[in-house]
């Protein structure tokens, strides 16, 4: 049955007329249609894949971007047209911002989205820093320039952050901003960075990116996109410079925009920063995560957690969430924080998620993206 399924996904992705649907099935020219037929089995048996993103964009796509959804329940096998108001999955038309693609039971839909982090949004990391948690408390935390500090660990996803800071000689702390991203999944290492490129130039990008130790790139350009060699991972830069979409199948995926410190801000805030020779780029984010334990920790990791009771003081003008000790880390790719709980063998996170999740919590799909749990 399972491999009759296939074959109409395959049917369905690759070719629109019966005609092209025969051959597409049948041939074998170069293995192609064996290559398709597997990367369909795979996807099929992806049990852990948000059921949002389980789609496959159809050929011919003429002026509105078209989609065949996967993903069990009623949406299996249909076809979703992208609005006349965004019709392609970038963000060019500048005003309805992009299509996005809903295969789930409950939505089986495409509705405009803004596709940038937005920093008053469940999961957003922003500012100098602050963040706003799958419980939707907002608040501060500080950490300390030049350290790394662990924003989530579980089971299998571990999220670094390295700080960046300054501190005017009549302060007691730093200033801190968020430069950089260690991310840590299966045996894998995701990094997603800024260059040190003195003063900000608008017309200059500054993402440095590696996956496994190794540079790559984003070709330049809205929507241009880098996938790693088995596919779990998907950048897509969601304008020509700057700013971008990081997807890890099934794990989380996280829209990214590199932001300078402003004269404004530094006027307002008093960092005393000269900056014509460092404007401090630093990262706004807005994660969503899928799958996660009921054993979740970290920073913003924390907030996720089934019951959370947030200890910050809700209604002052910047409340500060503590524990800096229980979140340091050695380097951006260290799980040794206080509070890790990250496993690198599948097979491993695969028993212990038996034995210790007692809910599934993921961000909802909802305005906001707020944490959804259940049995």
């Not at 992705?13 to 192609?32: M, N």
């Not at 019709?87 to 940038?116: L, V």
């Not at 970290?298 to 209604?315: A, D, H, S």
Request: charged content about 25%; hydrophobic content about 35%; aromatic content about 10%.
């Amino acid at each position: 049955m399972l491999l009759m399924m296939v074959s109409v996904v395959v049917v369905g992705v690759w070719a629109d007329e019966t005609e092209e649907e025969e051959e597409v099935v049948t041939g074998v020219k170069g293995g192609v249609p064996m290559r398709r037929a597997a990367a369909a089995m795979r996807s099929l048996q992806e049990e852990r894949r948000d059921p949002a993103t389980q789609y496959v964009l159809l050929s011919n796509q003429g002026p509105r971007t078209r989609a065949l959804c996967y993903s069990r329940g009623r949406c299996f096998l249909k076809r979703l047209t992208c609005p006349s108001s965004c019709p392609r999955r970038n963000s060019s038309s500048g005003k309805a911002g992009a299509c996005f693609i809903d295969c789930t039971p409950s939505k089986c839909e495409t509705s405009c989205k803004s596709r940038k982090a937005k920093c008053n949004g469940y999961g957003a990391v922003c500012y100098d820093p602050r963040f706003v948690g799958g419980d939707g408390v907002m608040f501060y935390f500080h950490g300390k320039a030049n350290e790394n500090f662990c924003l989530l660990s579980d089971i299998d996803l571990h999220i670094n952050a390295r700080f960046i800071g300054t501190r005017p000689h009549d302060r007691k702390r730093d200033f801190t901003w968020v430069d950089a991203l260690g991310i840590m999944f299966d045996e894998h290492k995701l990094s997603i960075e800024t260059k040190k490129l003195g003063a900000w130039n608008n017309v200059v990008d500054r993402f440095f990116f590696s996956y496994d130790g190794r540079e790559f790139s984003v070709p330049l350009g809205e929507s241009s996109t880098w996938q790693s060699p088995n596919g779990d991972v998907q950048i897509e830069r969601t304008d020509k410079i700057n700013s971008a979409n990081i997807n890890i199948v099934g794990l989380m995926s996280v829209d990214v925009n590199i932001v300078p410190i402003t004269e404004e801000d530094n006027t307002v805030h008093k960092y005393q920063l000269k900056l014509d020779e460092d404007c401090f780029a630093h990262l706004d984010v807005q994660f969503k995560f899928m799958n996660l334990s009921s054993v979740v920790d970290g920073v913003l990791g924390q907030t996720y957690r089934p019951n959370f009771k947030n200890p910050v003081k809700v209604g002052t003008p910047m409340p500060i969430m503590g524990g800096e000790n229980n979140f340091f880390s050695t380097s951006l790719f260290r799980n040794d924080c206080k509070a890790n709980k990250f496993k690198t063998s599948r097979g491993t996170m695969e028993q212990q998620k038996l034995g210790e999740r007692m809910f599934q919590c993921s961000s909802t799909t909802m305005e906001g993206g707020g944490v959804l749990c259940k049995r």
